[in-house]
């Protein structure tokens, strides 16, 4: 290794084109993570030698790759001396920066190249802040022509060690009010996708509670935007707020906050818009018409839920007797384009699917939210819509198609939003536990067609993963949002479940809060079992888990229900929290367990013998953490308990909601 590694430095030394540097630089990138910190140290000051003499000495620019070495050598770059020659060079470069157009690939590479010496030069965070400000003040629109630019910006931020809160900082200093609003209306959109870029584009940021610090600025440029008339700006700011800010809502006291000091202001606006607006003309037809309107068509667990309903709608010959189904995509291409599989499946049904042509975003990410939410408001009218289902809450184009009133009737329905309020909401409607609030829910049941979650391929790749472990290791574990897993009373049940069973690991299915929780586990000793897996295919995942440890105090939504429908036994704690008191349906049907204090090992006859007492407790609820922990322990123990589950699932068909019951909780009776 030593031999290597010596010859790796002579040829540095050495190099003189941006080829020979671009060839060390790879073999020094894989061989990094082998060597001793004197010998890092080493490596160190050769690079920052030869970078010296590329640019100093010879006015070569240095390959656009070296910026990987900026998490490489990050801590050695903090602590770097001042060099004159590279501080000399610096100020050059600046003045010369200043005349470049930043609609150019030469901006982007000088870009580069200052923050490659300022780093070089000891200026580690006064660097990243120059880069990252220039990055987000030039146009977005034209950096993705150069792709290789842009792709080592993402490179940077998804390998650097740079605290979340140093980006925030810097973050914060781009959306200054003043500094904002200097810019034209270009730049300024531009800036707002820049920031959702940064976010977006590593994990550990996606979820993190620093964000919060965005809000303030955030609300400011709104609001003048409002002030302004400037109804695009605030739109697209609104946007994006919610965007980031939405992944860190747990309760409704957070839903509430977005919804005062966002929502409302926009919507008064919107509600203003409405009345200057033609009134809505009801006409007579032979069908009354219903459509749906989702934020885009994906396979997530809010449409599952949906497109069960509305399956279960076109299969009654009644209803389709009185009533065509619409659907409609907000096309939120900033996420994920339209699934054609799911609009494909929608017509099938015989539901007419309305999406934004592909065409009409020939300008990426950025459009005018204005004249696209009209174009889907004036094609609900066309349609003579009567009644209007918004299944997203937060979203600037619901907000505006409620709040301008684009149907007779408006309805919300709440997927976990209880705080949700806009103009014109005439009912509200959900499938959800309905916790104690200011607004009143019709409830309705609707139970998901689960099939798909035992398909043969799915239970083969989860199998595959699951002999990735040792033979007979039960896998813990949760999906979903990690801001719900990132809970001190949780992990430590965690915790507690892990040292007391050898053969047990955890797995961290999904991102955010990823840092937070690090420490945590680290503290409590388990980080060898504590295992990230980052996003995953729930349809696998939930065959690869034994036991989904559902967590609290904020629980899991449909991630449960998909857990439970494929087979895995899942643990619940009941504690009072932003969904209110335990049900006391389930909490009276825990009766068997109460009795023997939650001792699994007195049910051993009855748990086996009667599969009517899986159903009695099929949440398997427990009423404090020790009890949590006692039934889980269970289940480790007695794989028998386990596959119980799995077979009484496997021929479990719950009831599901009839079409009268659905038209009678949206007012359509």
């Known amino acids: 290794m030593k031999i290597i590694f010596d010859k790796l430095i002579d040829d540095i030394s050495a190099v003189v084109t941006n080829g020979e540097f671009e060839l060390c630089a790879g073999t020094a990138l894989n061989m990094i993570k082998n060597l001793d910190p004197t010998e890092t140290e080493k490596l160190f000051f050769v690079f920052k030698e030869r970078v010296k003499f590329f640019v100093v000495e010879k006015g070569i620019l240095p390959p656009f790759s070296l910026l990987e070495f900026f ?37 982007f590479l000088f870009n580069n190249l200052i923050f490659l010496l300022k780093i070089f030069n000891g200026e580690f965070e006064s660097g990243f802040s120059h880069y ?73 940021f996606i979820g993190s509670s620093v964000f919060y610090e965005l809000s303030k600025p955030f609300e400011k440029i709104m609001l003048k935007a409002l002030n302004c008339n ?69 396979n997530n667990s809010p449409h599952m839920i949906e497109y069960s309903v509305i399956k279960m709608l076109m299969s009654n010959a009644n209803f389709k007797e009185n009533f065509d189904v619409y659907i409609y995509s907000l096309g939120r291409i900033e996420k994920d384009l339209d699934d054609e599989k799911i609009i494909a499946a929608y017509q099938r049904l015989g539901v007419i699917v309305k999406a934004i042509p592909k065409m009409w975003y020939e300008r990426g990410y950025y459009y005018n ?67 104690e609030g200011k607004f009143q829910f019709s409830h309705f049941t609707v139970e998901r067609d689960y099939s798909d979650y035992r398909q043969d391929d799915m239970i083969q790749e989860a199998q595959r993963i699951k002999d990735g472990y040792p033979k ?5 574990g949760s999906i979903g949002r990690l801001v719900k897993v990132d809970s001190m009373d949780y992990l430590t049940c965690v915790a507690t479940l ?105 049910l051993d006859n009855e748990w086996l013998e009667n599969e009517g007492f899986i159903h009695q407790a099929i949440s398997f609820a427990s009423l404090n953490s020790d009890a949590y922990i006692g039934i889980v322990d269970y289940f480790i123990k007695h794989p028998e308990s386990r596959s119980l589950v799995k077979r009484v699932f496997e021929n479990y068909t719950p009831e599901r909601i009839s079409s009268n019951l659905f038209l009678e909780a949206i007012g359509c009776e």
Not at 380 to 388: F, K
Not at 472 to 476: E, M, S
Request: aromatic share 10%; charged share 25%.
């Open 230 to 298: 400037n109804l695009a700006l605030a739109m697209q700011t609104y946007k994006v707020a919610h965007d980031i800010l939405g992944n860190l809502f747990q309760t409704q006291e957070k839903m509430a906050w977005f919804n005062q000091v966002f929502t409302q202001p926009v919507s008064l606006h919107y509600s203003q818009i409405g009345k200057s607006l033609p009134s809505l003309i009801e006409v007579k037809k032979s069908k009354k018409k219903i459509a749906f309107v989702r934020d885009r068509f994906v």
């Open 132 to 204: 990252l400000g220039n990055v987000i003040k030039s146009n977005i629109f034209e950096a993705y022509k150069y792709p290789e630019a842009y792709q080592q910006f993402a490179n940077l931020l998804k390998k650097s060690l740079m605290p979340v809160d140093m980006i925030v900082k810097h973050l914060i200093m781009v959306l200054d009010e003043e500094l904002f609003f200097n810019n034209d209306v270009e730049s300024q959109n531009s800036i707002l996708l820049w920031i959702m870029t940064v976010i977006w584009a590593e994990e550990r």
């Open 71 to 107: 998490y490489v050598f990050e801590n050695h770059l903090k602590n770097s001396e001042k060099d004159k020659a590279l501080e000399s060079q610096i100020i050059g470069l600046k003045e010369h920066f200043s005349g470049i157009p930043m609609a150019s690939y030469e901006y």
């Open 369 to 435: 939210p204005v004249e696209k939410v009209m174009m889907i408001r004036n094609d609900i009218i066309q349609e003579n819509i009567d009644v209007l289902i918004g299944t997203v809450a937060a979203n600037s184009d619901l907000d505006f198609l409620f709040g301008t009133r684009s149907a007779p009737l408006q309805v919300y329905w709440s997927h976990g939003n209880f705080e949700y309020d806009v103009e014109n909401i005439d009912k509200r409607i959900t499938h959800c536990n309905v916790p």
């Open 472 to 476: 007979d290791t039960v896998i813990l």
């Open 498 to 602: 892990l040292k007391t069973n050898p053969n047990t690991v955890y797995l961290a299915c999904g991102v955010g809060n990823e840092e937070s929780i690090k420490e945590k586990v680290e503290a409590l000793g388990i980080g060898d079992k504590f295992i990230f897996v980052g996003f995953v295919d729930a349809k696998i995942y939930v065959h690869v888990l034994d036991i989904y440890l559902d967590t609290f105090p904020h629980h899991g939504g449909e991630s449960i229900r998909e857990a439970q429908r494929a087979g895995c036994s899942v643990a619940i704690l009941h504690v009072e929290s932003e969904k209110g008191v335990p049900d006391p349906v389930s909490v009276s049907t825990d009766e068997i367990l109460k009795k023997v204090n939650y001792r699994f090992e007195l």
